[in-house]
């Protein structure tokens, strides 16, 4: 075989160390299934670094990044209403970055930790699927490795969208992932897309003092949310200086001496806006290429995904494949039980993941958060419903901490009262929205949340308030 070798035989390779691969291998462990894990992904100091695009260069260093810049906001701009004087300050970005890497750093440390503690083997290379159970791993610093399994998880993550004729070059346009590298703040800074990435990457760099642009192409703010949530978001980003402008199409991105220039349409007029930097954010796609071998029977669909069952399973025997991989919400936290449930059907043949009640969480200030039905999806489908609103300005809990932008927002069945959605706007509403989950997970009532008892003063009084606006008998509002 060369300079190839082979290694001995697992119950499941997992290819791709993600929030979907690391808790699928973590799962499959825990039930007794001899387990690896094969991921490429190497970190700035050359070593590998489980955790994928997510805790890499995602979720975690972007609410790192998002949790600094609003602090220093809250000095500069309110710490004054709460009689706290301070002289004038500064941002040291390289201090700021070096804190995100080093949180970054102690998080892949700690799944390479689980994975030495449930006994899972890692393997750092590029993983391939070569045929039904058969997977070969090849990197710069081995030789390469053909392990064998009775199942292969495919969970490879996603890769940012890239436009055409737009060169990312990480020194004027950049991608997500460059965007949370920024050495210094931009005088002016350009973002196509006003999806989550673009909305928080743009929070970030307004706090700390960039004028920021959002050039999206849709003609409404977040298409998936609820059009009342939507309608708050953009009157709260606006009042904040986020200049977002919607039903821009861009045309094309020339080179500046000192940036670059967008040129796009909205309607038939032709308009150019200069920056400093630009940040292309339209989105991503599955990450497929080198996964599989041509003609070991993986399928992928209009969209680039890989076709799977109800149960994530390929038309491959034994060869499953999980989050952003196939169709669904991009969610880490829904890869994560892709993963637990694909072990677990492995294991037992029985695994379950409720799509109907998978929630969005957008860390922007205020926070936007969302499960189940909106309002234009229930009259689409012509369910009767009630609607129950309370404002987070009639929370003493949120008056105490000056956040009292926005309002919970509960959605119920007219005939039965069970709960179909919740939709907030307003302070930790990502923490708020795991009540309404469980209780659509519970198939709760807005009656039986409205009987629960909420602790005083919190946030979280504001969903329970909702919950009674629904019956009409919200306590701390004027009832019309």
């Known amino acids: 075989m060369g300079d190839t070798q082979r290694m001995s035989d697992f119950d499941v390779i997992v290819i791709g160390a993600g929030p979907g691969g690391y808790v699928a291998a973590i799962r499959c462990a825990q039930l007794g299934l001899k387990t690896a894990c094969v991921d490429r992904w190497i970190g700035e100091d050359g070593e590998p670094s ?86 070969r791993v090849s990197s710069d610093h081995q030789p390469e490795q053909f392990l064998r399994a009775k199942h292969v998880i495919l969970a490879s993550g996603s890769q940012p969208v890239q436009l055409p004729g737009m060169s990312v070059d990480e020194t004027t346009i950049f991608d997500s992932s460059g965007a949370l590298a920024f050495s210094t703040v931009p005088t002016r800074l350009g973002i196509i897309g006003a999806g ?27 298409g998936n949310a609820d059009r009342m949530i939507a309608r708050e978001a953009k009157k709260q980003f606006s009042r904040q200086g986020l200049d977002i402008l919607l039903g821009c199409q861009v045309t094309e991105v ?110 922007t200030h205020p926070e936007i958060a969302w499960v189940g039905a909106t309002e234009e999806e229930l009259k689409s489908q012509g369910v009767q419903y009630k609607v129950g609103l309370f404002p987070f300005a009639a929370s003493g809990r949120a008056k105490a901490a000056g956040a009292t932008e926005g309002f919970a927002k509960i959605i119920a069945c007219h005939e039965t009262d069970r709960i179909l959605g919740a939709h907030m706007i307003g302070p930790q509403v990502s923490e708020l929205i795991n009540e309404a989950v469980l209780a659509m997970s519970m198939e709760a009532s807005a009656e039986d949340l409205a009987r629960t008892v909420h602790a005083h003063p919190t946030l979280a009084e504001v969903v329970h308030e909702a919950a009674l606006a629904s019956h009409g008998r919200a306590i701390h509002k004027v009832n019309r």
């Not at 602090?71 to 500064?90: F, L, N």
């Not at 929070?203 to 003092?209: D, E, M, Q």
């Not at 076709?307 to 669904?328: E, F, N, Q, Y």
Request: with cysteine; hydrophobic share 40%; charged share 20%.
């Open 50 to 135: 489980p955790g994928g695009t997510c805790l890499n260069v995602g979720c975690i260093p972007s609410k790192a990044l998002l949790d600094s810049s609003e602090r220093y906001e809250e000095i500069s701009t309110h710490a004054v209403d709460h009689g706290i004087s301070a002289g004038p300050i500064s941002i040291d970005v390289a201090k700021m970055q070096a804190r995100k890497d080093k949180l970054v750093s102690d998080l892949t440390s700690g799944i390479s930790a689980l994975f030495k503690s449930n006994q899972i083997a890692f393997i750092s290379g590029h993983g391939c699927l070569v045929e039904p159970g058969s997977v």
């Open 196 to 222: 989550v990435i673009g909305l928080e990457l743009g929070s970030v760099w307004r706090r700390l003092g960039a004028e920021v642009i959002i050039l999206e192409a849709m003609d409404s703010l977040l």
């Open 254 to 363: 020339t080179s500046t001496k000192d940036g670059c220039t967008i040129h796009y349409r909205t309607g038939e007029q032709d308009e150019s806006i200069d920056v400093e930097r630009l940040i292309v954010a339209v989105g991503r796609l599955p990450c497929t290429e080198g996964l599989f071998e041509p003609g070991c029977g993986i399928e992928l669909n209009a969209r680039g995904a890989v076709s799977v069952d109800a149960h994530c399973a390929t038309a491959v025997p034994g060869v499953w494949a999980i989050g952003d991989l196939v169709d669904g919400p991009m969610l880490a936290h829904k890869a994560s039980e892709e993963g637990v449930a694909v072990a677990e059907r492995i294991a037992s043949g029985v695994g379950h993941v409720d799509y109907s009640i998978v929630p969005w969480v957008i860390y």
